[in-house]
Structure formats: C-alpha cells, structure tokens
C-alpha cells in the first residue's frame, strides 16, 4: 500500500498533467472559436469546449478513486436532470470543493458554471501558486525521508 504522503504526490501530479493536457486542448479550440465569427463553427467549438470540460471531469474522478479512499455519502441528487439549470453554492471548506462537486454532480446537471470577481482571481490564484510550490516541496521532501 503507497503512504499517504507518497499517494497525496501522486495524486497532485496527476490533477496537474491532467489540468495541463485539457486545458492546452480548450486553449487551441477556444482561440479558434474567437478567430472564426461564423455560428455554425463557435457552435461545434462550444460542444468541443464541454467535451473537453467533461474528459477534464472524468480524469480527476478517476484520480480521486485511484488514489483516495474517501467513502461518499451523496442524498438528494436522484431527481436531478441534466437538461435543466441549477444554482449549486460552495461552502469552500477546502480546496476540493470544486473537485467534489463536479464529481458529485459530472452528467447528472449541466456543466458548472463559476463567477468569480476579478480581484478575487489574482488573489487566489497567487495563493494557489504559492501552495502548490509549498506543496512540491513537501512532498520532495517526504519521498526523499521515506
């Protein structure tokens, strides 16, 4: 059995090159949707875009089963349908909020949709940059202890 330590590296490592791989594929279709202003074709873009959202999804629930051993309890989502809109909030207890929703909701409910105010962004994008560095470090430092 891999150590905590050693599965949370993992883990990390796989939600980055997975993030890295989808998100070089929506950047190319999504500069293409932006170049070319016929409806037809930012119609196929768009699909493609969720498309692309939806393997991102499915990739990080197969690293979050492969590597974690988190037993769910999810009540009250059985009558959800995936042709209409919700308002879904987070408590942002921790990091994985984002993760354990679109798990929790992937092809049951539309695509979550996120608003976040521009200030907000930088900052928590520095902050993220900034624990994921720390992190890095950790774990170098716990396989190399190990």
């Excluded at 016929?38 to 493609?48: A, I, K, N, V, Y």
């Excluded at 875009?49 to 629930?61: C, D, F, G, Y």
């Excluded at 909020?97 to 979550?112: A, S, T």
């Amino acid at each position: 059995m891999i150590t905590g330590p050693i599965r949370g590296c993992l883990s990390l490592t796989l939600y980055v090159l997975n993030t890295v791989y989808w998100c070089l594929l929506l950047f190319i279709v999504a500069a293409a949707k932006a170049m070319i202003p016929l409806e037809s074709w930012r119609r196929e873009c768009s699909r493609t875009l969720n498309v692309i959202a939806e393997n991102w999804i499915w990739v990080n629930t197969l690293n979050q089963k492969l590597t974690s051993n988190t037993r769910w309890v999810v009540e009250g989502i059985e009558n959800l349908e995936r042709s209409q809109w919700y308002l879904v909030l987070a408590n942002h207890q921790s990091w994985v909020d984002i993760l354990v929703m679109q798990r929790v909701f992937y092809r049951k409910i539309p695509l979550l949709k996120f608003f976040l105010k521009k200030e907000l962004f930088r900052k928590n994008l520095q902050l993220w940059l900034n624990n994921l560095w720390n992190e890095k470090d950790r774990c170098i430092e716990e396989m190399l202890t190990s």
